[in-house]
């Protein structure tokens, strides 16, 4: 079956460090893969993904994520976080079972929060 | 540029009331159309998606159902809420015919309380 897992529901740094926020992966095929953020009471907001070629993927906002193929893993970076980066971030892929690419399978998300 | 619009923004509604929830988008022809629910906590569960005009596909068996009356208008209701019907409701769209390589785009979620 296919799945998205963020195995941490916290992440914690401090202003200026970089951050990580982990993403691992199970599909079938090549995966397409997304990252978003949430702001409180706020919808989602697109920052990136991986479709194919470099597996160094720059988004918004100045995060970047590292599509890792043998590791099944899509980390999203930010080498110096702000205080302004807390928020709820996503991991999504794209379901590539017959019929059904028009869906996302989400991960249940890492709430960042990046300490002044 | 492309514009998601969902209201009410907030909604405190008793249990057995009706819900009409409604997202339009704007400068995009033929989206595909999505209804999330994110319940308290985080995760994403989506609920229906629709490619056209009147055609609605169901994800989970519940108490609420979805129409595309229009094709850049989609409603979610129900006839008689229940008090796990309490979340935060977000619409997305997405370009038809690419759906494998781009993303969804989200509205700004209506908060729906069930008392």
């Known amino acids: 079956a296919q799945s998205v897992a963020q195995p941490e529901d916290q992440v914690n740094v401090a202003e200026g460090n970089p951050l990580t926020v982990k993403c691992t992966y199970s599909?079938?095929?090549?995966?397409?893969l997304f990252w978003y953020v949430q702001y409180p009471n706020r919808g989602l907001q697109f920052l990136l993904k991986y479709i194919t070629g470099d597996n160094l993927v720059k988004g918004s906002y100045g995060f970047e994520a590292e599509f890792n193929k043998s590791q099944t893993s899509f980390h999203l970076k930010k080498p110096s976080a702000l205080v302004s980066d807390s928020a709820l971030y996503f991991c999504a892929v794209r379901d590539v079972n017959a019929g059904n690419n028009r869906k996302l399978i989400w991960g249940l998300g890492t709430s960042l929060a990046v300490n002044p | 540029s492309q514009t998601i619009h969902q209201w009410p923004a907030t909604l405190v509604q008793p249990v057995g009331s009706p819900l009409s929830l409604e997202c339009t988008v704007e400068g995009t022809s033929n989206p595909n159309l999505y209804w999330y629910r994110q319940a308290a906590g985080r995760g994403l569960q989506l609920l229906f998606y629709s490619v056209g005009i009147g055609q609605i596909s169901s994800e989970v068996p519940q108490n609420l159902s979805a129409s595309r009356p229009q094709d850049r208008q989609f409603i979610l209701s129900s006839k008689k809420l229940l008090l796990s019907d309490s979340g935060f409701y977000l619409c997305?769209?997405?370009?038809?015919?690419?759906?494998?390589?781009?993303?969804?785009?989200f509205g700004p979620g209506t908060r729906l309380t069930v008392l």
């Open positions: 599909v079938s095929g090549n995966p397409y």
């Open positions: 997305a769209w997405s370009v038809r015919g690419q759906e494998t390589y781009n993303e969804q785009f």
